[in-house]
């Protein structure tokens, strides 16, 4: 892919442009977003509903007593042995598990430095895992993530508090605001993050790869196979529309917030490699998609992605971004 050529610094030196970068206030105003949610229960018209909505398997259940036989209760909880041993209709009582875990990975690789309209990936990533964790946090589950770059994972283990999800989001628009232009491109740590995650979520854990499908190889497909097999997993495939489809709009600029850039649009090689590069990430995560893997939530950089989440979830978004 031919390199970008950069022109002048802005005036004023370096400026957090919250479109660029990702900024903490915006992703904490996200919190009071509401309408949607990663629970198993999904709306009629939820991509999660049907074929992936069995996966959702809702929060797990720990026993609590044995009893005698109620009308009304559930004969598929009575304990036949112990019915059996005791000569009675013996039910096994459940209550439901308050601290199911909520784990992020994210991708914040140089490759999420890109955008062509609201925002760039980085920032939409960011948007994804702000919402994610603030609406697991309302349902009273814990926190936790694995931020991951070409070169370093970040792990924070679950805590169900607000403190927790700050800090996560913080530690996330620290790593994004790493990123520059210029800087080569390499293989994000997915698969690293994926074995790091296998330790801690051992069961009924909701775990979403948040990214643009980057690091997804042949070692993944295990990985994540071991990972849905006792958890919900959900992949959030960020995108931009210029990586589908790189319109022939000749020179263009780019911009990092910091400084401008601009590339030749109509160079037939660049517009390939746009093109080959998205579907081959594409493609990896739907063919795990449709092996039952993972469900898979598209979004792109184009609208606010508390909107898009809420219209593939099939609810309305109330709060910043809708």
Known sequence: MPAFTRLRPRHGGPVADPRVFPDLDALVRLQVASGFSFRASQPRHSVLRGRHGSRLRGRGLNFEELRGYQPGDDL?????????RRGEA??????????????LLVNLAQGMFFGSAHSTKAVAAAEFAALAAWRSLASGDRVGAILFDEEQLQVYRPLRTHAQVVRILDAIVALGRSLRPGRAPGQPRLNDALERVLRFARHDALVLLIGDGAGVGKDTVPLVSRLSRHNDCIAGLVYDPMERDLPDAGPLRATDGTADWHFDSGA????????????????????????????????HTALPVAGQLARLLGARATGPGA
């Open 268 to 299: 037939g090689a660049l517009r390939r490699a746009f093109r080959e590069d998205f579907e081959r990430r594409e493609l990896a995560l739907t063919q795990l998609s449709r092996r039952r893997e993972l469900a898979l939530l598209p979004v």
């Open 90 to 103: 013996q039910v096994r009582v459940y209550t439901e598990e308050r601290d199911r875990s909520t784990w």
């Open 76 to 84: 598929r909880h009575v304990d036949w042995r112990a019915s059996a």
